[in-house]
């Protein structure tokens, strides 16, 4: 079982940037896929990136591919997401979450999920 805890939200301007943090604790989180999810105000949640457990494979959703940047770092169990030319859209309350298996972008093999982060971006 993975433990996680999101942080670095905030509000910022269409065209600024932030980095989202994810802290994890637990034996299995250097072995599992890890993601990002997001979801907006009367929206579903949607699937945003995600990282292979050894960080040497990267998965983006089409509206942020170019923009964000995910990476992992097993040594200090935290996973992020770099966001950048953000916009009014990409505002959400942002998940970070562990996968069953060391590659998957299904949402439905992610079992840990952590509070979430608020993102607004104002334009």
């Known amino acids: 079982q993975v433990q996680l805890v999101e942080s670095g939200g905030g509000l910022v301007q269409a065209g600024g940037s932030l980095r989202l943090s994810c802290a994890a604790s637990g034996r299995t989180f250097g072995s599992s896929a890890m993601g990002w999810f997001r979801q907006a105000p009367g929206k579903e949640r949607e699937f945003v990136a995600v990282i292979s457990w050894s960080g040497g494979n990267t998965y983006y959703a089409n509206s942020v591919k170019g923009r964000f940047t995910i990476s992992r770092d097993n040594a200090k169990n935290t996973v992020h997401l770099q966001m950048n030319s953000l916009k009014p859209e990409d505002t959400a309350v942002y998940y970070c979450?562990?996968?069953?298996?060391?590659?998957?972008?299904?949402?439905?093999?992610?079992?840990?999920w952590g509070q979430g982060t608020q993102v607004t971006v104002s334009s």
């Open positions: 979450a562990a996968a069953t298996t060391g590659w998957s972008a299904d949402e439905d093999d992610f079992y840990s």
